[in-house]
């Protein structure tokens, strides 16, 4: 998870200003911007060992375990957050998303689209996830419309249109798959996205020899 550094402070003080967090808590931030997740869940646990009513902290910790692929650990601390009262604002996306990859698409969609409708600058994470997310329950239809609207994002372009090509294969829709994945490779070539479709693309040629 290679956030800005004060894009993950603001997510996690809310409306408080980033200086007020424990030191702790500020390693377990820099550690998730440095994506070690572990080292960030230590982290955020010491601060919490501190001061149990720490909510920074403690939604940091789920934070680092959904980055670590912990997601049904991390669901459940993000509903802990909630019952406890937490407020932060990316709330619905960050427990939307570990619901999704824990198994439980039908919730984690409740939330990924509430957060979606609600217009907030970084909805476009939330229209790939639910990309990813109507596209395993075979709404196909709403999975293209999640992955256009994010596609005309820029930043979350490139990542869009590999999604969009993988839809399109998936529905047997090659031609359209196509024209999506040449449209990554004309417009972001040196993208995170462009990259892994070469990796794709090379494996696959091994596999053939």
């Given amino acids: 998870m290679r956030l800005a550094l004060v894009v993950v402070l603001a ?3 809310g409306s408080a200003a980033a200086q007020t967090l424990s030191d702790s808590t500020k390693r377990g931030v820099a550690s998730l911007q440095a994506g070690d997740s572990k080292a960030a ?17 403690a939604y940091g910790r ?20 909630e ?8 709330l619905d996306l960050d427990f939307g998303t570990a619901l999704v990859r824990s198994g439980k ?13 609600a217009g907030r600058p970084d909805a476009g994470e939330a229209k790939l996830m639910l990309g990813a997310a109507y596209a395993s329950e075979k709404r196909f239809g709403d999975a293209e419309r999640a992955l256009k609207n994010a596609s005309a994002i820029e930043a979350y372009r490139p990542t869009a249109l590999l999604l969009l090509g993988g839809l399109e294969a998936k529905r047997d829709r090659k031609a359209e798959s196509q024209t ?13 996205a462009s990259k892994a479709l070469d990796d794709v693309v090379r494996l696959r040629k091994e596999a053939k020899k």
Avoid at 184 to 192: E, G, Q, T, V, Y
């Fill in 83 to 90: 019952k406890a009262g937490g407020k932060n604002p990316r």
């Fill in 105 to 117: 698409v039908k919730d984690g969609i409740a939330r990924l689209e509430r957060y979606d409708a």
């Fill in 41 to 57: 869940f230590s982290a955020f646990t010491t601060s919490l060992k501190a001061d149990p009513r720490d909510g920074a902290a």
């Fill in 62 to 81: 789920a934070l680092a375990l959904s980055a670590g692929g912990k997601n049904a650990e991390a669901a459940a601390m993000f509903a802990a957050y």
């Fill in 11 to 13: 997510a996690l003080s």
């Fill in 180 to 192: 999506y994945l040449a449209m990554l490779k004309k417009d972001a070539p040196n993208s995170p």
